[in-house]
């Protein structure tokens, strides 16, 4: 995973600028979240998941942002070098100053609320949500999400709440949850989110790494 480019059945993704290197997280996310014709992806570091939202949606414009330049010049990068260059964007900016309207958000945000920050800046700032609060990301995910959209995220189990509480603050409704384990025997590590304006009925699903369904979401993405 720390290599300077991780190859995917259409795309390669190089990441010596990045901070955040290609992970489980960003792939899951990206294989799961439902789509639109006008996607963001917020805080897209590599362009990995808006790269995949572009394969998954043909008739899709993506946009990715970040406020990390070296995240900015790799992610232009990477779509340049994709089959998908034509439908995405990628721009330095802070989702407090987008603007738009989206039926699409896609987010694998900050997660380290309370922990001690890193000695790289850079991986603090990919890493910490004082970069990227929960609340933030709710109110302004609100506001640029069209009225039938949907936002979609991975968290840490542990993060589960306090975004779920930040996001019902806000006005959402989670419709989706898939709880993702590393063995079937032991307690999700991870989760990945969905919210939307209105209210209906909840899906939840479970997923295990390397399963037979996890194979079978990401077959069109992994060697």
């Known amino acids: 995973m720390a290599n300077d480019y991780f190859r995917f059945r259409q795309f390669a993704v190089h990441q010596s600028l990045c901070a955040m290197k290609v992970g489980t997280d960003g792939t899951l996310l990206g294989c799961w979240a439902e789509g639109g ?3 963001l992806d917020i805080g897209t570091g590599t362009g990995l998941i808006a790269l995949m939202m572009a394969q998954r949606f043909p008739d899709a414009g993506v946009t990715g942002i970040d406020i990390d330049e ?16 034509r439908r995405i964007r990628i721009e330095r900016c802070d989702l407090t100053d987008e603007q738009g309207e989206y039926d699409c958000l896609v987010s694998n ?6 922990s001690l920050a890193s000695p790289d800046a850079r991986r603090t700032m990919a890493r910490h949500a004082d970069t990227l609060s929960y609340a933030a990301l709710m109110s302004h995910g609100w506001r640029l999400l069209s009225d039938g959209g949907v936002l979609s995220v991975v968290i840490p189990f542990d993060c589960k709440a306090r975004l779920e509480t930040e996001a019902s603050l806000a006005g959402f409704f ?7 384990k590393t063995t079937p025997a032991k307690s999700p590590r991870r989760y ?7 209210s209906q009925k909840l899906e939840r699903g479970e997923l295990v790494i390397g399963s037979e369904a996890y194979v079978e979401l990401t077959k069109e993405f992994y060697l």
């Open 109 to 114: 945000p900050p997660y380290f609320v309370d």
């Open 192 to 198: 990945l989110l969905a919210f939307r304006k209105h």
């Open 37 to 39: 014709r006008r996607v």
């Open 70 to 85: 070296g995240a900015v010049l790799q992610a232009c990068q990477n779509v340049a070098e994709s089959p998908f260059a």
């Open 174 to 180: 989670k419709t989706r949850e898939c709880a993702v």
